[in-house]
């Protein structure tokens, strides 16, 4: 973790400095990357600072490489997009990281990082994006912690934090309330470890959909441990494209989780296709093995709380349940098995299928 506080090492830059306006309606987008020229071209530790108010901000890419070994954004203002979504419309990112190493974040935004290293998120509050809040692409040791995103539970695609491309990744006591995906991760993604989420509204942990593409990586060395489910749609899941793909799904440990009235708490889909689109009497490529679900307690709202639906080409292999207990209205849950080979260990509530 990088640290926030200014000393004698630390050169501090402030974006008033470089005329941006905290009236919320004076686009200060050229001064935040002003701001960001300098620190960067700095050789020193620098900090960007800015402070109280509401800045309007257009469509930003800070690009290293950098000079200076540790840049901290203070941001203790609220960065505003504009109220047209048609200007962010044309842009791929709001506010987006490209090639840097060693950024910190403390404050208030929305961000994605591409082909970065050394980066620590904290404190951060995300609200409202048009899509994901957080992207995390093509990045290496990513510490992202306290964050809070809230967006309605009907608004599409607005997924928490997305991560795809990236290894050493950590996701520490957040708060994640959206339309979409709480965390979603997608392929390329190595060695995640995620721990005390609370997600809800939306349609919770995902590590998919992959097979949308036949060459793609594969997703392994996942860890989800000590989450809450709100009301969400999906718990735990697993999703693949019914595709031929090269993809794969492995070593993935779900841990210590609690569902609250949950529709589905527990699912793999390899058969994914929301729309119906190039899908039809296609079967999926990814190979799903060593899955571990263990301390998953709570209620579900649907009587389906285990639902495991796999390709007949390759079936899903290692799932593991144990100390599983799901409940349908105070009652009995079912499970549902479709070519899936696995064992079930001490308590598993409702009665394995496997």
């Known amino acids: 973790m990088f640290g926030i506080n200014s000393t004698s090492a630390t050169k501090n830059y402030n974006v008033l400095n470089f005329g941006a306006k905290p009236n919320g309606k004076t686009d200060s987008t050229k001064a935040f990357l002003m701001a960001w020229q300098a620190a960067c071209g700095s050789s020193d530790s620098t900090m960007i600072y800015v402070p109280k108010g509401r800045y309007l901000l257009g469509s930003m890419a800070f690009r290293g490489i950098c000079k200076s070994p540790r840049i901290t954004f203070r941001i203790d203002g609220t960065l505003v997009a504009p109220l047209d979504y048609r200007v962010l419309g044309k842009s791929t990112d709001w506010i987006s990281f490209q090639g840097v190493i060693g950024v910190s974040i403390v404050g208030e935004q929305t961000l994605s990082f591409t082909n970065s290293k ?4 904290r404190r951060l509050l995300s609200l409202n994006s048009q899509m994901f809040h ?7 040791n990513v510490n992202i912690q306290g964050v809070k995103i809230m967006a309605a539970g009907n608004s599409p695609n607005t997924d928490g934090i997305h991560v795809q491309l990236s290894k050493n990744i950590n996701i520490i006591k ?3 309330k959206t339309g979409d995906d709480c965390i979603s991760i997608g392929p390329g993604t190595k060695n995640l470890w995620i721990e005390q989420i609370t997600c809800g509204p939306g349609h919770g942990i995902s590590i998919g959909s992959l097979g949308k593409d036949l060459n793609e990586e594969g997703v392994q060395n996942v860890t989800v441990k000590k989450t809450i489910f709100l009301g969400t749609e999906n718990g735990l ?6 595709r031929p793909s090269t993809g794969f799904i492995q070593r993935v440990r779900f841990m210590d989780s609690l569902m609250v009235n949950v529709q589905n708490p527990i699912v793999i889909d390899q058969n994914y296709s929301p729309h ?4 039809l009497n296609q079967i999926s490529g990814i190979k799903v093995d060593d899955i571990v679900y263990q301390g998953i307690r709570g209620t579900s709202s649907t009587p389906v709380a285990i639902k495991f639906d796999c390709s007949p080409k390759n079936p899903c292999t290692g799932v593991r349940l144990q100390n599983v207990n799901l409940t349908y209205l105070k009652k009995a849950s079912q499970s549902s098995c ?8 001490e308590l598993v509530r409702p009665e ?3």
């Open 118 to 121: 050394n980066i620590s998120i």
């Open 134 to 140: 957080i992207v995390i692409n093509g990045c290496e």
């Open 174 to 176: 957040c708060s994640i």
């Open 237 to 242: 899941r697993i999703k693949s494209w019914a």
């Open 276 to 279: 119906n689109l190039n899908c």
């Open 338 to 345: 479709i070519n899936v080979r696995g064992k079930a260990f």
């Open 352 to 354: 394995s299928c496997l």
